[in-house]
Nanobody, 123 residues
Framework: QVQLVESGGGSVQSGGSLRLSCAAS??????MGWFRQAPGKEREGVAA???????SYADSVKGRFTISQDNAKRTWYLQMNSLKPEDTAMYYC???????????????????WGQGTQVTVSS
């Protein structure tokens, strides 16, 4: 059974930074991603990275967030800078066995999900 464990969430003021981590119990994924869900809203894709390093970002976070991976540690990260109150949400990491060549944020491709970590940005 695959387990994904997120860490690094918390509360920051607007303009601050946080780094989320996702540690996987197995190393069998081709595409890893971060999603978020705010109260009353649908889950949305934030960033995704393929094992070869190809990345994709939601327009709302481009230039502020950076996704990266450390394959040796079976861990991927989401560095979040210049945080805004609208970034407040529960953040989930997810992993897909297949390469993400398009529709990076199609949740159906991600078979494994973490339990979520809360990010709260105050103004």
């Amino acid at each position: 059974q695959v387990q994904l464990v997120e860490s690094g969430g918390g509360s920051v003021q607007s303009g601050g930074s946080l780094r989320l981590s996702c540690a996987a119990s197995r190393d069998t994924f081709s595409c890893m991603g971060w999603f978020r869900q705010a109260p009353g809203k649908e889950r949305e894709g934030v960033a995704a990275i393929n094992r070869d390093g190809l990345t994709s970002y939601a327009d709302s976070v481009k230039g502020r967030f950076t996704i990266s991976q450390d394959n040796a540690k079976r861990t991927w990260y989401l560095q979040m800078n210049s945080l805004k109150p609208e970034d407040t949400a529960m953040y989930y990491c997810a992993a897909a066995p297949a390469y993400c060549s398009s529709a990076y944020f199609n949740t159906a491709r991600f078979l494994y999900w973490g339990q979520g970590t809360q990010v709260t940005v105050s103004s």
